[in-house]
């Protein structure tokens, strides 16, 4: 089983710039299309970013706010996160895009707030 270790979340003002690492175990990881997803309070967790062989895909929400990446070597993927929003506010997660999915690491909380 995978295991998956989101770091680099933090307290940052409006406007302000976070940069998300999800660290993995396992060799398949790169050849895995991945995601960023978030849960904020109250609502359901939700697709950011994914990177496939393809390319990346990122909903309105975040398009040139939020650049996906993955360093295979160091079974690492990357969500740089610039002119976060309040609505940025969550716990982000990272994980696998297709079913099933590997269970969810701790998640790292992103808390955009002046």
């Known amino acids: 089983q995978v295991q998956l270790v989101e770091s680099g979340g933090g307290l940052v003002q409006p406007g302000g710039s976070l940069r998300l690492s999800c660290a993995a175990s396992?060799?398949?990881?790169?050849?895995?299309?991945m995601g960023w997803y978030r849960q904020a309070p109250g609502k359901q967790r939700e697709l950011v970013a994914t990177i496939t062989s393809g390319g990346t895909y990122y909903p309105d929400s975040v398009k040139g706010r939020f650049t996906i990446s993955r360093d295979n070597a160091k079974n690492t993927v990357y969500l740089q996160m610039n002119s976060l929003k309040p609505e940025d506010t969550a716990v982000y997660y990272c994980?696998?895009?297709?079913?099933?999915?590997?269970?969810w690491g701790q998640g790292t909380q992103v808390t955009v707030s002046s």
């Open positions: 994980n696998k895009i297709v079913r099933p999915r590997w269970s």
């Open positions: 396992g060799s398949i990881f790169s050849i895995t299309a």
